[in-house]
């Protein structure tokens, strides 16, 4: 069974301010497309929902998916979604995750 996808307002703001940054360094089509891609990997836990690595420590439930040894997505799987709750960027202490 697919599960639907779900963004945290956090981490839409985690993304959001990523493509800001991406783009005041390289350019609005290359944060255009880095973007797309943590969409795409979002997209695919609906598919492969424990393709992640689980971490207890963040919190009871969460997961991390590491995508391209740059960014870290973590995220809670439902009976029917795959909530996002946050994504790092570049070392970003992960511990700082909080209450999401």
Do not use: K, N
């Amino acid at each position: 069974m697919a599960r639907s996808l779900r963004f945290h307002p956090d981490a839409r703001a985690d993304l959001a301010r990523l493509r800001d940054w991406i783009a005041r360094e390289a350019g609005d089509a290359r944060a255009g497309g880095y973007l797309a891609r943590i969409e795409e990997a979002c997209r695919g836990l609906c598919q492969f929902p424990l393709m992640g690595r689980a971490d207890e420590e963040l919190g009871p439930g969460l997961r991390v998916l590491g995508f391209e040894r740059r960014a870290a997505i973590v995220y809670r799987v439902g009976e029917t979604t795959v909530d996002i709750l946050a994504v790092y960027h570049g070392g970003r202490d992960l511990r700082a995750l909080g209450e999401r």
